[in-house]
């Protein structure tokens, strides 16, 4: 057996026994909680090592391998080192007598070896695994803290800690790698992943496509709209939006281009339409179960989900209007192509796909926590799926999906335990509680600005980070600001997600926009202003859900909304999306003017960005007048 065989042999050993790791240990836990995140930890970074080398052009070089396997080693030496000294199991090589946890403040100075070492490993498999972004943020945040003595006022100016204090903040302890972060993938994301990849390999998640394309089959623009719909609902699952833009626009691209949609539009309309795939309950990647653990007073999953549930419809609904607008403007054909050449979807794999689904939020709402209610989901997908030969799985089946959710989810792992570093730091030197001073004198001038400014450092500390990383971030920083803006909790930590996700397709650090332009051979920068064109609505919606938390399902008080208040102030955002959709694309009922193209774009800021109160009426009756004669001049040129 040859070293590349061998080296894909422990891989999908391990990925194997990562999954079967947390399907027991989270379901029914023998360990403790810092000795689970070790082992899960472990797991993911040996994957890491295994699969990604030190630089591409490296891969097969004795060098490469020779540094591969001491990482692989020094990983198995730290992580197993804190399972030893934590686990009562192994009391008899505890140092000093004591436990790992007991000794803080008090540790061997082998600890601070282990923990040196251990943070290097972490920093150099996040680096392999998402690149330099968030090793090079944790640095900085490392540096701050050793460093605090002598950073300028507007830094945020602190004593300094001694290395030996940081590294046990950051890695011997649960406060650092060990923390939120990494329970947060353990507890709930991985098994999701794996929920997607179990429901992959029955065909379900193939079914939506071909159902989106027989029903657009006969629309202008019909592939344009199946990679909205199918992107939506296998976005949910992935959490990915890079992930989601390379698996569905394989597809959807090639038949955008064929219906006569442009590359660089393609790729926008696909990595526009990837990119909110998190933002879809039930699943919603990991940005949910980061939000129960964080949302503070206390929210349950039902509740995330529910309050996520409005903007993600409306989303979707203003990707639809616009493409269908973009391809009435570009003359798009209809998908050109019989039936015989559409793949035949077969309704049990639709019977399979929405059953779990089904399964999922019937058992959540039957009180089950999210992990046990996705791990019955996933016995049950296994004995729906056995009725049919065309969903069946079998051994193989399960394995390659074990295989595949390792794939999807190391890189998590990795950035998980590598944003544990920074909050270590955070709540080591307390900088959490000084940015809400920059903050809050915003806020009390301007709610607006305030949000704006939350906004912006959202985006920009989304480049290169996966979303559910950037809010994690985010909300870890400014937390103790949101519950003094004077908003509704959720609503501020969905703006914080939403700004997250769109990220992705934000120039000039657009990485879902980026994946779309190599899969269509457009432009990067022509793609990624595309799809920042086309995702418009959703930098409009969060600051939609604040001033109109209705649209979350909650009262501006927190409580539960009224159907009465919910339905107008949908009715009214949806008056607003028509014409941002229109404005976007400059297609009506006919091409429009640029200066029919500005009163309609100010027209759905009226409508989005404007509260729910009498007092605004007047401006909204200003909106919709210019609304209208906008229609009725673009309908009536049509007609003649």
Request: hydrophobic share 55%; proline share 5%; glycine share 8%.
């Amino acid at each position: 057996m040859n070293l590349e065989k061998m080296k894909q042999l422990v891989y999908s050993t391990l990925a194997v026994g990562l999954s079967l790791f947390v399907l027991s240990e989270v379901n029914y836990p023998l360990m403790s909680p810092q000795s689970q995140l070790a082992l899960f930890g472990l797991f993911g970074l040996l994957l890491v090592f295994l699969s990604k080398p030190v630089h591409p052009k490296l891969r097969h070089k004795p060098f490469s391998l020779g540094l591969d396997a001491f990482l692989i080693l020094a990983t198995l030496v730290c992580f197993v080192y804190v399972v030893v000294q934590t686990e009562p199991l192994f009391s008899k090589f505890w140092l000093k007598g004591q436990p790992l946890g007991n000794r803080a403040g008090n540790e061997h100075p082998f600890d601070f070896v282990i923990g040196f070492m251990g943070l290097i490993i972490v920093l150099e498999a996040t680096r392999r695994a998402i690149g330099l972004t968030l090793p090079i943020l944790a640095i900085i945040f490392i540096l701050y803290a050793a460093y605090g003595q002598v950073m300028p006022d507007w830094l945020f100016p602190h004593r300094g800690y001694p290395w030996e204090r940081i590294v046990s903040q950051t890695f011997l302890h649960s406060q650092g790698v060990f923390s939120i972060a990494l329970k947060v993938m353990f507890t709930y994301v991985f098994l999701f992943v794996l929920f997607g990849t179990v429901l992959e390999k029955t065909g379900a998640t193939g079914y939506i496509i071909n159902f989106a394309r027989n029903l657009f089959k006969n629309s202008p623009g019909g592939p344009a709209k199946v990679a909205v719909i199918s992107s939506g609902m296998m976005g949910s699952l992935s959490g990915s939006a890079v992930a989601n833009t390379a698996t569905t626009g394989t597809f959807t691209i090639p038949m955008m281009r064929s219906a006569g949609f442009k590359p660089a539009t393609a790729a926008g309309v696909e990595a526009a339409a990837s990119s909110g795939g998190a933002l879809v309950p039930p699943i919603m990647g990991a940005g949910a179960y980061m939000m129960l653990e964080i949302i503070e007073p206390a929210v349950t999953y039902l509740q995330i989900i529910k309050a996520a549930l409005i903007p993600a419809i409306l989303y979707y609904t203003a990707l639809l209007f616009i493409v269908h607008f973009q391809a009435k403007r570009v003359g798009a054909t209809a998908e050109q192509a019989s039936g015989d050449e559409l793949k035949t979807t077969q309704p049990f794999q639709g019977v399979v796909f929405f059953g779990a689904f089904a399964a999922l939020i019937g058992l959540l709402l039957l009180g089950y926590t999210p992990f046990r209610a996705v791990s019955v989901s996933l016995i049950i997908i296994l004995i729906v799926s056995a009725f049919s030969i065309h969903t069946r799985v079998n051994l193989q089946d399960i394995k390659d999906a074990m295989v595949n959710a390792a794939r999807g989810g190391v890189s998590l792992i990795a950035a998980a335990s590598c944003v544990g570093i920074i909050l270590g730091v955070v709540t080591l030197t307390g900088i959490g509680a000084k940015l809400p001073s920059v903050i809050l004198p915003l806020a009390q001038n301007s709610l607006l600005l305030a949000l704006v400014l939350i906004m912006v450092s959202t985006i920009i500390l989304g480049m290169g980070l996966p979303s559910a990383v950037c809010y994690l971030l985010m909300a870890t920083l400014i937390g103790p600001v949101l519950g003094k803006l004077g908003i509704v909790p959720m609503a501020a930590h969905l703006f914080i997600f939403y700004f997250g996700m769109m990220s992705m397709v934000t120039p000039p650090v657009a990485l879902a926009a980026y994946t779309a332009a190599a899969i269509a051979k457009a432009g990067i920068m022509q793609s990624a202003f595309a799809a920042f064109r086309f995702a418009l609505v959703g930098f409009a919606l969060p600051f939609a859900f604040v001033l109109k938390p209705e649209l979350l399902m909650l009262a501006p008080d927190g409580e539960t909304a009224t159907i009465f208040a919910i339905a107008a102030n949908v009715f009214v955002t949806v008056i607003g999306i028509i014409p941002l959709a229109a404005s976007v694309t400059g297609y009506l009922f006919t091409p429009l003017t640029q200066w029919q193209r500005l009163v309609l774009g100010a027209a759905a800021l009226i409508f989005l960005m404007t509260e729910s109160q009498a007092s605004h009426l007047i401006l909204q009756v200003v909106g919709l007048s210019g609304f209208l004669t906008v229609g009725f001049l673009s309908w009536r040129s049509r007609s003649k």
